[in-house]
């Protein structure tokens, strides 16, 4: 577990922020807020590729990042919410296509976050 800590912390470093030995067993969950500006919600898990950290965190002009960290020191990235809509307005229906397709996106990863504990 110590290089799930290692690599939580490089990520973190330029806001001084840590995480304790001790918090990283299998089902572990926290919530890490208005620290430096960042709000970070992260689960400690295991899968077919061991155990790892998967954390969700926001910062108002950093924007979000969600990742898994694994005990081997490797991080996988993961889906972030998209935040505004892009669209072209000289093609007709491409504001009305990208909102749905914004919406769809958004809700099916605020599920997956929430049943992660994550959001």
């Not at 299998?26 to 970070?40: L, Q």
């Not at 005990?71 to 919410?81: A, D, I, W």
Request: charged share 30%; with cysteine; glycine share 6%.
């Amino acid at each position: 577990m110590q290089e799930i800590k290692n690599l939580f912390e490089r990520i973190f470093a330029p806001w001084q922020i840590t995480i304790e030995d001790k918090e990283l067993f299998v089902g572990n969950r926290r919530t890490i807020a208005d620290c430096n500006n960042w709000r970070i919600k992260w689960v400690v898990g295991n899968n077919d590729k061991g155990n790892y950290l998967e954390y969700y965190a926001i910062n108002s002009t950093r924007g979000h990042l969600h990742g898994r960290i694994y005990e081997n020191g490797k991080e996988e990235k993961l889906e972030v919410l998209k935040e505004y809509i892009v669209y072209s307005p000289t093609i007709p229906g491409d504001r009305e296509k990208s909102a749905q397709e914004f919406e769809i996106y958004n809700k099916r990863l605020i599920k997956y976050l929430e049943e992660k504990g994550l959001f």
